[in-house]
């Protein structure tokens, strides 16, 4: 396959060259608006032919193979009217016309068109009226209108689309009940690697929102696009240069109202054009610092002897600081009238700092099954069990407060053309990017001691809680474990796409091209264990060591969680452990051995499709689309017994081919139809096909690889209807329908037995499932209705259902990652200075993770977040903001079986933002 691709590479491009001399005229320009601000998404066609095109993210369009002769050519843009003019085309020259749109005036509804947040929105409904496939647009004016740190928090809104959130902002997606290793995030169209150690997923919260332009939701993906995205795939699209001068900033600061420290935010936008308009030069820079935590609860609940109980229990609190710094930058390059290069490059740079406390109350199923408890009360017992406090924090050599450190960094650079040969059209870029997580210095410190005397109450599963029934004891808990763990994770990838367009009709395009994307992956992870050399020296219990008490009584989960004293941090951090006269080190393998590996992946491939306008209201494309993976992977068998490693190896090739086709059908020229039937592919995340073995004796749980594991696939059926408003709004209605095959879920059994590990064990593993069904519809709506006021209404419905999952034939299991319901409401009022919008984001509970059974299952519970933001314009060019984040103190929220059976509650608080903004330009 590679060799026939290459063989047709080089015809093309030896045909491209060959034929330099232009045979017929060119037209092109470029649409920008008032402010010189291109503009994406414009409808530009020639009057009285059926050719017509749509202007690129830099406002660019082009028309070639014209023959010679006057053309008037007619621009359409929502919320801007129209505008036409005349121009001579020549054969054998490429002629330039541009537009300059401004903002009509449009009355509907006593409504007068003015503020900068309706240009933003007109922009991304233009995009999204003429996008060749089903898609969702946001603007960066959109996105900067909402409350929104990060990517991930701008996506939520979108109509089919939900968040599973980590530390309070939103982390992976789920586009129509796909699971996040569903879905693919890419950055100007080439895919962005993960510094996630296990999975494919890129965490949203990586990406501050204001660095992005725009946001692209591809649902039906077109075969010149990446195939791996049964759910979606989400397009960042970065900024472009302007055409003229433009200087924009934002300087905030706000504050946590559960840490009640400050955040300080500040971004910086700077481009212009240079060399009579030849070379264009975009910088961007974002700085974010928030200082905040969560109070967490978690619980493991089992079927005792003595009926439903608490296996462990935990009260979590975290104090973390985030700090994210992201920069970017682009310049392109005008040649010729026919040829141009173009290169961009983003760093983006975020460093957790993160101390926990952690009280742990365990063995209680020991409890439970011997009987051995008292009955206070219905629900509430007394019995002994053991009580662990443990500190995690970091070396003192990275910070005064001696924190972990997470270090995530992704960075990509990206070199391109766009060239014209004759009528045939050539891009082309070359990509490398990657990520990395960095845990240089992380440490924990526990103390620990059976049989304590401890109270359990679980009257109320929702609010469980187990605690020393003697608080006091505290302090007498003895030591138990000191350790350091590094932790190092790399993702890279090395990408290189062709893609050609040819007219084959005046009514016709011909597309196709080739990629190529290489990457590989790699864990390499230690985990050392510390004994004290003299433990008189260095304290037996908590009462001989300097200690904090950690508890609040504003813990917001309940005032009866508080989490007592542990070590501080500080003692932590200030620890010599590689001090051979005070701690004897152990190197323990099994911690980390089966976790490490390295994955390679190459894949190749190459499309065709034609895209035909049949008349002036019907158009298709039709293609297809050939896809070969390659992948080799290095793993690690951990014998616990012999404490031996031992490698493994495996290997995987496999083809895919998927074709597409996208029906499109203009009622008129605001009201549209789309189908597409696709297909897509998901591969499994690169740890799944690693034949490791990962045990945990403590614990007694048991985790593999599979290297059998297939890759996902799905055929995807969408219909949606549009309804375009020229005063910049939307209607739409539409349903879906994905038939997937071996979709890949991860599966936990309890009471397994391994001829290695040992008896009664939890066990987990990837599988492959039979097939699932996923369907539902999708509906929105955004107008402006009277007088400067907007709503902004969408909800989606998904239903699920799975066969062929091990052990479970006769549940009825729903896909995991389905939420049934999602709904986003949005009310704003606006006039020349004022913007004020309250923003409600609504999904209902979900099946996260598939236990051994129903009991087991864990669930991802409903959420609702409440966000408002205001600003207020003084001039043109300067306006304050204010901007409240998650008001209804919505929790991360897990249950297992049921409900009211909480396994985890994590609370964040709001937090509030203000500051200034400026736009300044020519």
Request: net charge negative; charged share 20%; aromatic share 12%.
């Amino acid at each position: 396959m590679k060799k026939l691709i290459f063989s047709t590479l080089i015809l093309v491009l030896t045909y491209c060259f060959g034929q330099e001399a232009l045979a017929q005229g060119v037209l092109k320009g470029r649409v920008i608006d008032a402010q010189n601000l291109s503009m994406p998404g414009a409808n530009v066609v020639l009057t009285n032919t059926t050719l017509g095109t749509v202007t690129s993210q830099t406002g660019d369009y082009s028309f070639v193979d014209l023959p010679s002769g006057t053309y008037e050519v007619l621009v359409t843009y929502l919320g801007y009217g129209s505008v036409s003019h005349q121009t001579q085309v020549k054969d054998g020259e490429t002629t330039t016309l541009n537009f300059k749109l401004d903002q009509t005036t449009i009355e509907s509804l006593e409504f007068v068109v003015l503020g900068d947040r309706l240009k933003g929105q007109a922009k991304a409904l233009n995009q999204q009226k003429n996008n060749a496939n089903i898609t969702n647009v946001v603007s960066s004016d959109q996105i900067g209108r909402f409350p929104d740190a990060n990517i991930g928090d701008a996506l939520k809104r979108i109509p089919g689309i939900t968040m599973q959130n980590d530390q309070g902002e939103a982390r992976n997606i789920i586009i129509r009940g796909m699971a996040p290793q569903l879905n693919s995030v890419t950055l100007n169209g080439e895919r962005i690697p993960s510094a996630e150690g296990d999975n494919r997923t890129v965490q949203m919260d990586l990406i501050p929102s204001d660095m992005i332009q725009t946001i692209e939701v591809n649902k039906a993906v077109l075969p010149n696009m990446d195939a791996d995205a049964i759910g979606g795939s989400v397009n960042l699209v970065t900024r472009q240069a302007p055409n003229a001068l433009r200087v924009s900033g934002t300087l905030g600061s706000g504050v946590n109202l559960l840490s009640n420290k400050p955040i300080w935010t500040g971004g910086l936008i700077v481009g212009n054009r240079f060399l009579e308009d030849k070379l264009g030069v975009i910088v961007s820079a974002s700085y974010n610092n928030h200082n905040f935590g969560s109070d967490n609860v978690e619980a493991t609940w089992y079927e005792s002897d003595n009926g439903v109980a608490l296996e462990d229990f935990e009260i979590r609190e975290y104090q973390v600081q985030r700090v994210r710094r992201s920069v970017s930058a682009a310049l392109d390059y005008q040649l010729s009238d026919n040829h141009s290069l173009f290169f961009s490059a983003m760093y983006n740079h975020r460093d957790d700092w993160e101390n926990r406390f952690a009280m742990q109350v365990s063995q209680l199923d020991d409890m439970f099954d011997d009987g051995d408890f008292t009955e206070i009360s219905a629900g509430r017992y007394t019995g002994n069990a053991r009580v662990e406090y443990q500190t995690k924090g970091g070396s003192n050599d990275s910070r005064i407060d001696n924190s972990r450190l997470e270090d995530q960094r992704v960075y990509n650079l990206t070199l391109g053309g766009d060239h014209l040969f004759n009528k045939l059209k050539m891009d082309w870029n070359v990509t490398y990017a990657r990520a990395s997580e960095s845990r240089p210095h992380e440490r924990y410190i526990a103390y620990r001691s059976e049989g304590q005397l401890v109270d359990v109450d679980l009257s109320n599963p929702r609010k469980p809680y187990s605690y020393l029934q003697n608080p006091a004891d505290n302090l007498g808990i003895e030591f138990s474990e000191l350790s350091e763990e590094k932790g190092y994770t790399f993702d890279q990838d090395l990408n290189a796409k062709l893609d050609f367009k040819l007219p084959y009709s005046s009514k016709g395009i011909l597309q196709f091209g080739g990629r190529y994307r290489g990457k590989s992956k790699e864990r390499d992870n230690n985990f050392f264990e510390y004994e004290p050399i003299d433990m008189d020296s260095f304290g037996n219990t908590l009462a001989d060591i300097p200690t904090n008490n950690y508890s609040d009584p504003n813990f917001l989960a309940g005032s009866q969680y508080q989490v007592g004293t542990f070590a501080t941090p500080v003692f932590l951090g200030s620890l010599n452990l590689k001090n051979g006269a005070q701690f004897e080190e152990s190197d323990l393998m099994e911690e980390y051995v089966p976790g490490n590996y390295v994955a390679n992946e190459t894949i190749t491939a190459a499309y065709a499709m034609m895209d035909h306008q049949f008349n002036s209201k019907f158009s298709a494309i039709a293609g297809l689309r050939l896809e070969h993976t390659a992948i080799d992977y290095a793993g690690n068998i951990f014998d616990l017994d012999n404490e031996e490693v031992s490698p493994a190896e495996g290997t995987q090739s496999y083809s895919n081919l998927m074709p597409g086709v996208h029906l499109k059908y203009d009622f008129t020229p605001n009201s549209i139809l789309r189908f597409a039937w696709t297909n897509t592919i998901a591969r499994p995340n690169y740890f799944d096909l690693v034949p490791y073995a990962e045990f945990s004796p403590e614990d007694q749980e048991l985790a593999r690889g599979n290297p059998n594991l297939k890759a996902t696939t799905a055929m995807n059926f969408d219909l949606m209807g549009e309804k375009y408003f020229d005063n910049v709004g939307i209607v739409s209605f539409g349903g879906f329908y994905k038939n997937l095959d071996d979709f890949v879920y991860t599966i936990t059994t309890q009471g397994y037995s391994d001829p290695v590990f040992g008896e009664d064990l939890e066990y987990s593993r990837p599988e492959n499932g039979g097939t699932a069904q996923v369907y539902g519809f999708e509906a929105a709506i955004q107008r402006q209705i009277w007088k400067g006021l907007g709503i902004y209404l969408n909800y989606t419905f998904t239903k699920s259902s799975t066969t062929g999952i091990e052990g479970r034939d006769e549940d009825d299991l729903e896909l995991p990652g389905t939420a049934d319901n999602m709904f986003n409401a949005s009310l704003s009022y606006e006039n020349k200075k004022l913007v004020v919008r309250v923003s409600l984001n609504y999904a209902s509970d979900y099946l996260d993770e598939l236990g051994g059974d129903s009991f087991e299952d864990r669930f991802y519970d409903k959420q609702t977040f409440l966000d408002v933001n205001a600003s207020y314009a003084f001039t043109p060019k300067w306006r304050v903001f204010f901007e409240g984040n998650n008001l209804t103190n919505q929790p991360l929220r897990y249950y297992q079986g049921i409900q009211a059976r909480t396994m985890q509650m994590e609370y964040y608080n709001a937090r509030l933002n203000f500051g200034v903004k400026f736009d300044l330009f020519e």
